[in-house]
């Protein structure tokens, strides 16, 4: 595709309940990061892939979150029982390679837990 | 720890009034200084990166500075479009992650 697409854009959920939070990048980039960006807040790391390979995750914010790419292109990040603090705009962003400068992110999913 | 500190918080801005928005930070070695837009509802959209202290980097209206602890985004004769957040981020030489700061609200009056 032309850009990093996300999927829904728009998510709520009840308290409780799981969600999967789609993002397809750039055709043939290697790299793909996830975010967490709170309203009035900078984005804030999650967990970074390098094709398939989960090199980092220390962002994750408990072991409710869940990440994967399988096969090295589309990434599903996964929260189970959802809670309010997981209220966020989730983002995704891809880039060439891990030396590679400039990242291109997709316009993100709005998470709402009610 | 590696940590961005972006000011002022939000900034009021006369068409044609050229100002500048500060990026501090503190990283264990740096691999890369970057600016981003961000627009209301979208994604960051990258703007520059900046690898050196002395480096400068222009795009339009913008121009970004960096030094050992700093970085500056001049804004010459701005524009009603260029309001948006600014986001500075820094990413280090050990790891993946980049740290973004909390952004800097432009909004520019016709």
């Known amino acids: 595709g032309a850009g990093v697409s996300q999927s829904p854009r728009y998510k709520v959920a009840k308290r409780g309940q799981d969600v999967a939070l789609r993002c397809d990048p750039i055709?043939?980039?290697?790299?793909l990061f996830w975010y967490q960006q709170a309203l009035g807040q900078g984005p804030e790391f999650l967990t970074y892939f390098q094709n398939e390979a989960q090199l980092d995750k220390s962002g994750l914010p408990s072991d409710r979150f869940f990440a994967e790419r399988p096969e090295g292109s589309v990434s599903t990040l996964k929260i189970q029982r959802t809670q309010q603090e997981d209220s966020a705009v989730y983002l995704c962003?891809?880039?060439?390679?891990?030396?590679?400068?400039?990242?291109?992110f997709g316009q993100g999913t709005r998470l709402t837990v009610v | 720890e590696d940590q961005v500190t972006q000011s002022p918080e939000a900034l009021r801005l006369q068409e044609g009034e050229s100002s500048s928005l500060n990026c501090s930070y503190t990283v264990s070695g740096l691999r890369g200084l970057f600016w981003y837009r961000q627009d209301p509802g979208k994604g960051p959209e990258f703007l520059f990166t900046l690898y050196s202290a002395g480096e400068e980097k222009e795009k339009e209206r913008l121009k970004a500075t960096l030094t050992k602890k700093e970085s500056f985004l001049h804004i010459t004769a701005p524009k009603p479009e260029d309001s948006a957040t600014y986001l500075c981020?820094?990413?280090?030489?050990?790891?993946?992650?980049?740290?973004f700061g909390a952004g800097t609200r432009l909004f520019v009056k016709a």
């Open positions: 055709s043939g980039h290697v790299s």
């Open positions: 981020a820094v990413r280090n030489t050990g790891g993946f992650k980049t740290i």
């Open positions: 962003a891809s880039r060439t390679t891990d030396g590679g400068t400039e990242a291109f």
